[in-house]
T-cell receptor, first 111, second 115 residues
Framework: SQQGEEDPQALSIQEGENATMNCSYK?????LQWYRQNSGRGLVHLIL?????REKHSGRLRVTLDTSKKSSSLLITASRAADTASYFC???????????FGKGTSLLVTP | ETGVTQTPRHLVMGMTNKKSLKCEQH?????MYWYKQSAKKPLELMFV???????ENNSVPSRFSPECPNSSHLFLHLHTLQPEDSALYLC??????????????FGEGSWLTVV
């Protein structure tokens, strides 16, 4: 069953700008992950943030987690055309292990 | 290259055909998954295997039949599919099943078209 829900569904920006995507979820979680998918390809893990963490960085990626609001955000700074992809948040299923994904945010970065 | 290989990458089959999708992981992981990705829908978890044992089956129609002969290989056998089953089928693996959460490694997917 779907757990995370990304917002916006689509985002179009120019190279050099920052891109912010949000994820909301319904039930309590152990951690939240962000994945990226290039068109027609598999998903690639980007970053995992645990429920006791508030912010995490990885290169140009910054993820925040607010468990009181059941929401997370993914910020990509200084975006590049190669960042064009769909981005998904994922949380553990009710059974505790397998991940459930949202519909994703489709990001287009134009040169 | 994620260490998870899926074949075939593209498959077109008729509604009366029988075909199989294959997945192999070279990561030494103990858990494997099948996901279905349709346009405009979230990824749907279909099956979960841990140490060759099925641990989750999310109400998937019986025309989809998984098989996990060992911890490195996972198959999805397809029989009398419907056009609405056309989708990208993604195989994935993780080190094990853990409530702390797993990083999942995906294959490139198999594009299935049912005609």
């Amino acid at each position: 069953s779907q757990q995370g829900e990304e917002d916006p569904q689509a985002l179009s920006i120019q190279e050099g700008e920052n891109a912010t995507m949000n994820c909301s979820y319904k039930t309590s979680i152990n951690n939240l992950q962000w994945y990226r998918q290039n068109s027609g390809r598999g998903l690639v893990h980007l970053i995992l943030i645990r429920s006791n963490e508030r912010e995490k960085h990885s290169g140009r990626l910054r993820v925040t987690l607010d468990t009181s609001k059941k929401s997370s955000s993914l910020l990509i700074t200084a975006s590049r055309a190669a960042d064009t992809a769909s981005y998904f948040c994922a949380t553990n299923s009710n059974s505790g292990y397998a991940l459930n994904f949202g519909k994703g945010t489709s990001l287009l970065v134009t040169p | 290259e994620t260490g998870v290989t899926q074949t075939p990458r593209h498959l077109v089959m008729g509604m009366t055909n029988k075909k199989s999708l294959k997945c192999e992981q070279h990561l030494g992981h103990n858990a494997m998954y099948w996901y279905k990705q349709s346009a405009k829908k979230p990824l749907e978890l279909m099956f979960v295997y841990s140490l060759e044992e099925r641990v989750e089956n999310n109400s998937v129609p019986s025309r989809f039949s998984p098989e996990c002969p060992n911890s490195s290989h996972l198959f999805l056998h397809l029989h009398t599919l419907q056009p609405e089953d056309s989708a990208l089928y993604l195989c994935a693996s993780s080190q094990d099943l853990s409530e702390a959460g797993n990083t999942i490694y995906f294959g490139e997917g198999s594009w299935l078209t049912v005609v």
